[in-house]
């Protein structure tokens, strides 16, 4: 039976995780560029940990100047088996009130100004993004909020919008017509990144406003954001620390075989793929390479 290696990314206000034994802040190359941060590794309830903050200690990156890739890069470098993103959003519906956390299983991708695939021309590769989030994650998450009576929705798309400024009334709308539930600015490409990588995902997007669609709430103010921000933190390193050990240091593999996604999602044939990618790809695809 294989080790879980839990990967934590951070979004805006989580930037490290205490209770960690032997915590140790460490910096990894990637040949994708600079991550947005070191990672810190420890150990928490026998299960080997590595926490990467998404925006840099100090929320130094935008949505979109993160390098996504290097970011997924380095967690595969590090060890990690499997990947919970936390990260702050605007809700879409009434009942998803600030300080609600919700366990996206969809999403809608309307970034435009990110690199999306570690694969390109000269090594071309297609995944499955059906179902973007691994059940597995999602139990332990649902478990953990429970326990620490953290207000959750399970189930719910995603929007993910470029940033990095917020939503116009118009724009607002027109995703609500869609029957999407929360926004956000940086869970893609990261859901595709990892899948890419065979590491199962899921997110906890943290509530912190109504975007501006709502009547009373129709202006989104960095302030009040802020205010719920730091509140949201604070339960999501609570509510890490209890999904740890639900998943244990015994690892058992993702339902939706997420661990072998390459091996029918490689299309170019070996002889002529680019030596220069396949290079790049020694972490991300060295399973299947």
Same mark, same amino acid.
């Given at each position: 039976?294989?080790?879980?290696?839990?990967?934590?990314?951070?979004?805006?206000?989580?930037?490290?995780?205490?209770?960690? $034994? /032997?915590? +140790?802040?460490?910096?990894?190359?990637?040949?994708?560029?600079?991550?947005?941060?070191?990672? &810190? !590794?420890?150990?928490? /309830?026998?299960?080997?940990?590595?926490? &990467?903050?998404?925006?840099?200690?100090?929320?130094? $990156?935008?949505?979109? =100047?993160? #390098?996504?890739?290097?970011?997924?890069?380095?967690?595969?470098?590090?060890?990690?088996?499997?990947?919970?993103?936390?990260?702050? *959003?605007?809700?879409?519906?009434?009942? &998803?009130?600030?300080? +609600?956390?919700?366990?996206?299983?969809?999403?809608?991708?309307?970034?435009?100004?990110?690199?999306?695939?570690?694969?390109?021309?000269?090594?071309?590769?297609?995944?499955?993004?059906?179902?973007? !989030? *691994?059940?597995?994650?999602?139990?332990?998450?649902?478990?953990?909020? $429970?326990?620490? #009576?953290?207000?959750?929705?399970?189930?719910? +798309?995603?929007?993910?919008?470029?940033?990095?400024?917020?939503? =116009? %009334?118009?724009?607002? #709308?027109?995703?609500?017509?869609?029957?999407?539930?929360?926004?956000?600015?940086?869970?893609?490409?990261?859901?595709?990144?990892?899948?890419?990588?065979?590491?199962?995902?899921?997110?906890?997007?943290?509530?912190?406003?109504?975007? *501006?669609?709502?009547?009373?709430?129709?202006?989104?103010?960095?302030?009040?954001?802020?205010?719920?921000?730091?509140? #949201?933190?604070?339960?999501?390193?609570?509510?890490?620390?209890?999904?740890?050990?639900?998943?244990?240091?015994?690892?058992?593999?993702?339902? %939706?075989?997420?661990? +072998?996604? %390459?091996?029918?999602?490689?299309?170019?044939?070996?002889e002529a793929r680019?030596?220069?990618? !396949?290079?790049?790809?020694?972490?991300?695809?060295g399973r299947v390479?």
């Amino acid at each position: 039976m294989s080790e879980t290696v839990l990967g934590i990314i951070g979004g805006s206000g989580v930037y490290d995780i205490d209770g960690l $034994q /032997d915590p +140790t802040w460490q910096r990894i190359e990637s040949p994708w560029g600079e991550a947005s941060d070191d990672v &810190l !590794t420890g150990i928490l /309830d026998g299960v080997r940990m590595v926490f &990467l903050p998404r925006h840099g200690r100090g929320h130094r $990156q935008s949505p979109s =100047s993160i #390098n996504y890739r290097a970011n997924i890069d380095v967690l595969k470098r590090a060890g990690v088996t499997d990947v919970i993103s936390v990260s702050a *959003c605007g809700s879409f519906r009434e009942e &998803l009130t600030p300080g +609600t956390f919700v366990l996206v299983d969809q999403f809608i991708d309307r970034t435009f100004d990110r690199q999306k695939s570690f694969f390109g021309p000269g090594f071309v590769a297609h995944v499955s993004m059906a179902h973007p !989030t *691994c059940p597995k994650l999602m139990d332990a998450l649902e478990k953990a909020a $429970q326990e620490e #009576n953290i207000p959750y929705h399970r189930g719910g +798309t995603y929007l993910a919008m470029e940033g990095p400024q917020f939503s =116009s %009334l118009a724009e607002s #709308n027109l995703y609500r017509s869609w029957g999407c539930d929360v926004i956000g600015m940086t869970n893609m490409p990261e859901a595709k990144l990892a899948r890419e990588a065979e590491l199962p995902y899921a997110t906890v997007a943290m509530v912190t406003d109504y975007d *501006c669609w709502h009547p009373d709430h129709d202006n989104v103010e960095v302030a009040a954001v802020i205010q719920v921000l730091l509140s #949201n933190a604070d339960k999501a390193r609570a509510l890490v620390k209890r999904v740890a050990p639900k998943l244990g240091p015994d690892r058992t593999p993702s339902p %939706l075989g997420i661990e +072998t996604t %390459l091996d029918v999602a490689i299309i170019t044939s070996p002889e002529a793929r680019d030596p220069a990618i !396949t290079a790049k790809l020694d972490a991300v695809a060295g399973r299947v390479l």
